[in-house]
């Protein structure tokens, strides 16, 4: 049986903050979360406890799965922030499973993808496990001009380059459940859009997740400004939401 109108299973919300729901049911899902600011603070919470779990790489004494309890909230003008989820109603309950010995590459070590440079042209419409890249050419004047594929530590991950001038940026979209942020990142909201962004030596990195899936942008050149308002463009709803790259 089906969770009632208005709800969401609570396997379902557990599966799409790990990233393990398939494509399809990860896009609707995430489709609803835009339209509800308090469940979306829910999941985000979940996500940045499944990061900080899976950053210690603890192993797993039984088969825990995550569960998530919540009930909807009446709906407040306001923002809902992490520390207001008691107010607003929503309970959060996180068992996650951490399979003995799953190891994953950290953000730092996809940001450093970057400096290997492209690899080949990127294709017409390129995607990572049903989630898109941004066609930021129409709206900012940055082109795709190259792509490459890696698998750091097996987690497949696609890059696609783009250009403005003499200036360059990597995007990166990581395969499987969320990474863990970086200890030294600081966080930043921008359009309702969770960001963490931080500097090593003259790169910019900024990282946040899409559809349960870590999303990176790295460059030299290009100011911390300008990649926050390109990640929480991608990021937003409604009309402004950034399609494939065509």
């Not at 709800?7 to 896009?27: K, N, V």
């Not at 923002?79 to 994953?104: D, F, S, Y």
């Not at 594929?149 to 403005?164: K, L, Q």
């Amino acid at each position: 049986m089906g969770a009632p109108e208005g709800h969401l299973s609570e396997p379902e919300l557990a599966r799409f903050a790990d990233g393990s729901l398939p494509a399809r049911r990860r896009r609707r899902i995430a489709r609803r979360l835009e339209q509800e600011p308090y469940l979306r603070a829910v999941v985000e919470e979940q996500r940045a406890a499944v990061a900080a779990i899976r950053a210690l790489d603890l192993p797993a004494r039984e088969q825990l799965h995550a569960r998530v309890r919540w009930e909807p909230a009446p709906r407040r003008s306001g923002p809902v922030v992490a520390g207001g989820l008691a107010a607003a109603a929503l309970a959060l309950l996180v068992l996650l499973l951490v399979p003995r010995g799953e190891e994953a590459p950290s953000v730092l070590a996809v940001a450093r993808l970057a400096e290997r440079g492209p690899a080949a042209a990127p294709p017409r419409s390129p995607a990572l496990e049903g989630v898109p890249f941004p066609d930021y050419e129409r709206r900012f004047g940055w082109r795709a001009t190259g792509m490459r594929s890696d698998a750091p530590e097996g987690r497949e991950t696609r890059t696609i380059f783009y250009t403005r001038g003499a200036r360059r940026l990597a995007y990166s979209i990581v395969s499987g459940g969320a990474l863990a942020w970086p200890r030294a990142a600081r966080r930043a909201v921008r359009d309702g859009v969770p960001l963490h962004h931080l500097r090593r030596g003259r790169t910019t990195i900024v990282t946040w997740l899409r559809e349960g899936h870590t999303c990176v942008l790295t460059a030299n050149g290009v100011s911390r400004a300008e990649l926050l308002r390109l990640a929480a463009w991608e990021g937003r709803p409604g009309k402004d939401r950034a399609s494939a790259v065509s």
